[in-house]
């Protein structure tokens, strides 16, 4: 990839091409009724392109295909080594292509260049390298039965999964989605998020090219209400993996039920508590708390949106945390100097200032932020806003924002932080900040939730799980336990003569 700060982003994004149909059997097609939906950018709210509005027939006619490669055996019953190859090479064509999907990703989801050219992009390639070397190091078992009996326990294909995956971190999301999925053998049926269709279906382009067979992976845009839950209902599709919001992730749980019993993986919202203590490093744990806020604008499912401050620290470290937090400026995201994009779109634009309202009624102090940001290009920019003198109980310490909004909360000790911090329907992430190892194990161990920082936020990679507690999710991204989601376990019992 080019250094981001020597290239005249905004020049390439008036010669860049928009893939614009959907990925089925192979080949880039419109869709069955030839409608179309538009594609924004969140910067300046100006249409970016049209994009392929895939319908119920549409889907049908991919998970035939679908089902069809899967049954061939053409993916499903290659060796590991021959899935590794292709998916080897598919890496190796989009780290040729790494600006130009930085640059849709940057256009299409509002998020900083900086940020999709340093993080989004590479964390996708990552995925995709470091899950495909491991398609040949992952072994069956032996059971330790009687000596006359050999038992055997297989991991064997899902079948056919479909894969639904949100905008706000399209191209990461998928990659997470992709790689284990098609790694153990199965054929993928991807739906990107209406809003953000444009490096899924750039990456399947490029899949098809490094050999992947016709059928194995199809890209289906559309929207959730139509397409999603004529998917989700599907007979013939055998898992489901969705990243997104926890009402939606209830749906398609339902419609799993009333289906077939689709095995279902759910990767859903979350109230992240961030755990500052009086002997923590105040200035790293300030500085990491406006990161945890504000980052992506605030729009992460993992955002440290609960940041729990122990009371003798309390208004010394909210000045800290103003100072920080006015380091984090929305701007034009194809400036590589920006830290801060917009958000996704008017309505999460209005949702957010709905918020600052609910925080002022019910008596939260606004510290800093709290407005829509004016902006020559148009689009949707908000500042990134703090409440001081929040109390867990508050609609604003409970119910997920998804924007850069920050809930500071005091607690006296040890037990009232991790009683405040789960508190919460969710548990997805958050963090402990202290130097004490008896305090941060202490709160790390009894906090529920699926991943927990000790003097960081946002840790972790490729290498360890990801997912939730509760109203967060079930099933596993990342590392080999996301393998595991996407495979039947089956036991073959010889009795020996």
């Known amino acids: 990839m080019s250094t981001q700060e020597t290239i005249n982003w905004a020049a390439k994004a008036v010669e860049i091409t928009f893939p614009t149909q959907a990925i089925i059997n192979g080949k880039s097609v419109d869709s069955v009724s030839g409608k179309t939906a538009t594609v924004f950018n969140p910067a300046t709210g100006k249409a970016l392109a049209q994009v392929a509005d895939c319908t119920p027939d549409d889907a049908d006619i991919a998970v035939g295909y679908a089902r069809a490669s899967y049954e061939s055996g053409v993916w499903s019953q290659q060796s590991p080594q021959a899935r590794k190859k292709v998916l080897l090479r598919w890496v190796e064509l989009i780290e040729e292509h790494a600006d130009e999907l930085a640059l849709l990703e940057s256009l299409n989801a509002g998020k900083p260049i900086s940020d999709t050219c340093n993080v989004d992009i590479p964390g996708a390639i990552t995925t995709l390298r470091w899950t495909a070397e491991a398609i040949d190091k992952v072994y069956d078992e032996i059971a330790p039965t009687a000596p006359n009996t050999l038992a055997l326990i297989n991991r064997m294909p899902l079948g056919i999964v479909l894969a639904i995956v949100p905008w706000n971190f399209p191209l990461s999301t998928t990659a997470w989605k992709l790689a284990p999925s098609l790694a153990t053998g199965n054929s993928v049926i991807l739906k990107p998020d209406p809003k953000t ?41 055998d898992g489901q993996t969705f990243t997104g919001s926890t009402a939606v992730g209830k749906l398609l749980t339902e419609y799993s039920a009333k289906s077939n019993l689709k095995r279902t993986f759910l990767e859903l919202g979350g109230k992240s508590a961030n755990i500052v203590f009086a002997d923590a490093d105040l200035d790293k744990a300030a500085e990491m708390a406006a990161v945890a806020g504000f980052y992506n604008s605030g729009q992460t499912c993992t955002a440290g949106t609960r940041l729990l401050i122990e009371e003798s620290i309390y208004d ?53 932020g709290g407005n829509v940001v004016a902006s020559e290009q148009g689009g949707f920019f908000h ?20 924007g850069p909004v920050v809930s500071a909360i005091p607690f006296k000790d040890v037990d009232d932080a991790i009683r405040i911090a789960n508190d919460s329907p969710y548990g997805l992430a958050g963090a402990v900040w202290s130097r004490n190892i008896n305090t941060a194990h202490k709160v790390a161990a009894a906090v529920r939730t699926g991943t927990m920082g000790v003097n960081n936020y946002f840790g972790g990679d ?30 073959i019992w010889i009795e020996l003569d």
């Open 462 to 491: 490729i290498t360890v799980p990801f997912g939730g507690f509760k109203e967060s999710g079930n099933g596993r991204d990342k590392s080999l336990h996301a393998m595991h989601d996407y495979t039947e376990l089956k036991t």
């Open 383 to 402: 500042e990134p806003t703090v409440f001081a003198d929040v109390n867990n109980d508050m609609r604003i310490a409970r119910e997920e924002i998804f």
């Open 316 to 368: 010394e470290f909210l000045e800290k945390v103003a100072h920080y937090t006015r380091q984090w400026v929305p701007a034009d995201p194809l400036d590589p100097g920006s830290n801060m994009g917009p958000v996704i779109d008017q309505r999460q634009l209005d949702t957010i200032q709905s918020y600052i309202k609910i925080g002022l009624e019910e008596g939260a102090r606004l510290l800093c």
């Open 197 to 237: 269709p444009f490096t899924a279906l750039r990456i399947a382009q490029l899949a098809i090219e490094a050999g992947l067979p016709d059928g194995v992976l199809q890209v289906l845009p559309g929207d959730g209400a139509n397409l999603g839950k004529h998917l989700s209902l599907h007979p013939d599709i």
